[in-house]
């Protein structure tokens, strides 16, 4: 209910997932009922034998504070979401509301794993020759060297499983490669992080300009430096197609090239756009939460929910909780920092 394109687009793309996705688990929209209903009848989809609606009266709005959200509309509609993921009765949740309360949320309700200090929103993003695992995408902007260490094994695992690598290359993302290059926390990251060798297959500091490149798989940030690096991509790639489509079709020459190598555009728009991936795990805690762009259209959303799908059926929770356990351990004269 509180994504920027409305529950009218939630629920084009719950049509689109069952239209596209065979094996879909059951999927219950929550939200107004009065509002959810004739929206419904009118996409055929008021008696879908996979498709329920549970009744939330309230709303999560931007402009909403954390804890006073969390206390006053316990009957909105992303906290009734949460609470039936932790009573088992769903999953995996899939939002487009406010990053700042779903992260608190998720937290308070479902809880960490153990070892887990804070979840991590880990999207998924184009690069040369594939894609890479960005964490953290924004749930935890203060972080401090041990969140980071955190953020490198969930990385690893959901790169492991989405993506299929089973050695992910993992990049600390700082302003130079050279040694003690950066703050204090990607400093007591980088050392931390290399007596983990084996545990994760750190690669060592990356700057800005390898993320695109063949270099790493895993890029661990904190989630203020993460949320930053991923509304300028999304910007970038409007930006980029935008340029590309008035500049083919400023003269008759132009466009007659465009119309040629249309193929070659076409690949490239589907590479880059935000939408593919339209939904980034918080990954760390008991349970599954897929945060969706506020402004995320049908099509991102759909694909979230395909996606949401996909954790469902894998549980990635024993692993990561064993890797952590491991590198707690490992650096348990630093655990105070």
Not at 72 to 100: C, H, P, Q, Y
Request: charge should be neutral.
């Amino acid at each position: 209910m509180g994504g920027d394109l409305g529950p009218a687009e939630m629920v084009e793309a719950v049509k689109l997932a069952l239209a596209e996705f065979p094996g879909l688990n059951p999927i219950n929209l929550v939200g107004d009922e009065a509002v959810l209903q004739p929206l419904l009848r009118s996409a055929n989809l008021d008696r879908h034998p996979l498709l329920t609606v549970t009744h939330a009266s309230e709303v999560i709005t931007p402009e909403d504070e954390v804890m006073q959200a969390i206390k006053r509309k316990r009957d909105a509609s992303m906290l009734r979401a949460i609470d039936l993921v932790k009573s088992g009765e769903a999953g995996a949740v899939v939002s487009t509301g406010n990053t700042k309360i779903l992260v608190a949320a998720g937290t308070l309700k479902l809880r960490t794993l153990d070892g887990v200090e804070r979840p991590a929103l880990a999207p998924i993003v184009p690069r040369e020759g594939g894609h890479f695992i960005l964490i953290d995408g924004g749930a935890n902007p203060e972080a401090k060297a041990q969140h980071l260490v955190h953020n490198a094994i969930l990385g690893t695992h959901y790169c492991r499983v989405v993506l299929g690598i089973e050695k992910p290359r993992v990049g600390l993302l700082t302003i130079g490669t050279e040694e003690n290059k950066g703050n204090a926390l990607i400093s007591e990251t980088h050392d931390a992080l290399k007596k983990l060798n084996g545990l994760i297959n750190y690669a060592g500091p990356v700057e800005g300009f390898h993320v695109f490149l063949d270099e790493v798989d895993v890029v661990v940030c904190d989630g203020f430096v993460g949320n930053i690096c991923l509304k300028s991509w999304e910007s970038m790639s409007k930006f980029f197609s935008r340029t590309l489509k008035t500049n083919l079709k400023a003269n008759p020459l132009r466009m007659l090239g465009a119309l040629i190598a249309q193929g070659a555009f076409k690949e490239l728009k589907q590479r880059i756009q935000p939408e593919r991936y339209g939904g980034a795990p918080l990954l760390g805690l008991r349970g599954n939460i897929l945060k969706a762009h506020g402004s995320a259209n049908r099509q991102a959303v759909k694909n979230a929910i395909r996606d949401a799908n996909e954790c469902i059926r894998i549980d990635l929770n024993h692993r990561i909780e064993v890797d952590v356990a491991q590198a707690n351990n490992v650096l348990q004269p630093a655990a105070s920092v």
